[in-house]
Nanobody, 126 residues
Framework: QVQLVESGGGLVQSGDSLRLSCAAS??????????MGWFRQAPGKEREFVAG????????NYADSVKGRFTVSRDNAKKTVYLQMNSLRPEDTAVYYC?????????????????WGQGTQVTVSA
């Protein structure tokens, strides 16, 4: 059984930074073999892709809205993927989720991912 647990969210002001973590557990889950993705969902909106990272960390992809502000990384030894968020804006307010990809590609559609975490709330005040 795979479990992904996000943490690090909170209430911050515009321009501040946050670092989200997503820790994986599961005795048979080979974290280092999976592409990981970060998504977010604001109230009344669909879940949207934020960032993704390949199994090795050698490839990353970002939504245009976060390019240059957010950085995704991973530590396979710790079975954890991170999302460093800088220069936060009120429009970044959402629940942030992590999941692992069903295949090796960094897809931007939620249907390409599985085993979603419970999410962590990020609220950015103006």
């Amino acid at each position: 059984q795979v479990q992904l647990v996000e943490s690090g969210g909170g209430l911050v002001q515009s321009g501040d930074s946050l670092r989200l973590s997503c820790a994986a557990s599961g005795r048979t889950f080979s974290f280092s073999r999976y592409t990981m993705g970060w998504f977010r969902q604001a109230p009344g909106k669909e879940r949207e892709f934020v960032a993704g990272i390949s199994w090795s960390g050698g490839s990353t992809n970002y939504a245009d809205s976060v390019k240059g502000r957010f950085t995704v990384s991973r530590d396979n030894a710790k079975k954890t993927v991170y999302l460093q968020m800088n220069s936060l804006r009120p429009e970044d307010t959402a629940v942030y989720y992590c999941a692992h990809a069903k295949d090796g590609s960094i897809r931007i559609d939620p249907e390409g991912y599985t085993n979603w975490g419970q999410g962590t709330q990020v609220t950015v005040s103006a």
